[in-house]
T-cell receptor, first 115, second 112 residues
Framework: AQKITQTQPGMFVQEKEAVTLDCTYD???????LFWYKQPSSGEMIFLIY??????QNATEGRYSLNFQKARKSANLVISASQLGDSAMYFC????????????FGKGTLLTVNP | GAGVSQSPRYKVAKRGQDVALRCDPI?????LFWYQQALGQGPEFLTY????????KSGLPSDRFFAERPEGSVSTLKIQRTQQEDSAVYLC??????????FGPGTRLTVL
């Protein structure tokens, strides 16, 4: 099955600086998608950004962008101009191999933005 | 428009009690998912509905877990004879078929 690895249990960043959260995946599927979600302390999983494996360009959504390197099987999330409200858990996710709906998640990275 | 809503937000149950967790998906979303999130972990898939049909229940941990979506909208996840290991956050998500899944705020279940 698809495996998602997030190697950074915690990250710290100064307000207004950029930060990169790492995600690597393991799949033999030719077509797949990768998702990033944010989970504040309130508990809700908030969809941030999606990257399709056949997308020619890296996905961007406001201050969020993906550094997608297909050959290295990595899909790192870049948050520019960090804000205090960005402090949260961040999860990378992808569909399980052979499924187009069953998501598997990494263990997450806890981002703390310092003033 | 309104997002996915879940109730209750918090539930404390004594071991052995039955609980029912409710999910109201985004209006018009055909697909509905339940996930279980243990403390410090990412969510894990429990079950999937397309309209009222439960197409995948491979993630349900035991036969004490039961989910339904009788009219293809609201869904209920029921846990019978709760055990301490059932303590977790239960997240519901909905989507338009295989589109992006949008999650609700979750129900935090604590079994004493």
């Amino acid at each position: 099955a698809q495996k998602i690895t997030q190697t950074q249990p915690g990250m710290f960043v100064q307000e207004k600086e950029a930060v990169t959260l790492d995600c690597t995946y393991d799949t033999s599927d030719q077509s797949y998608g990768l998702f990033w979600y944010k989970q504040p302390s309130s508990g809700e999983m908030i969809f941030l950004i999606y990257q399709g494996s056949y997308d020619e360009q890296n996905a961007t959504e406001g201050r969020y962008s993906l550094n997608f390197q297909k050959a290295r099987k990595s899909a790192n999330l870049v948050i520019s101009a960090s804000q205090l409200g960005d402090s949260a858990m961040y999860f990378c996710a992808a569909p399980v191999r052979g499924s187009n709906y069953k998501l598997t998640f990494g263990k997450g990275t806890l981002l703390t933005v310092n003033p | 428009g309104a997002g996915v809503s879940q109730s209750p937000r918090y539930k404390v149950a004594k071991r052995g009690q039955d609980v029912a967790l409710r999910c109201d998906p985004i209006s018009g979303h055909v697909s509905l998912f339940w996930y279980q999130q243990a403390l410090g972990q990412g969510p894990e898939f429990l079950t999937y509905f397309q309209n009222e049909a439960q197409l995948d229940k491979s993630g349900l941990p035991s036969d004490r877990f039961f989910a339904e979506r009788p009219e293809g909208s609201v869904s209920t996840l029921k846990i019978q004879r709760t055990q301490q290991e059932d303590s977790a956050v239960y997240l519901c998500a909905s989507s338009s078929l295989t589109d992006t899944q949008y999650f609700g705020p979750g129900t935090r279940l604590t079994v004493l």
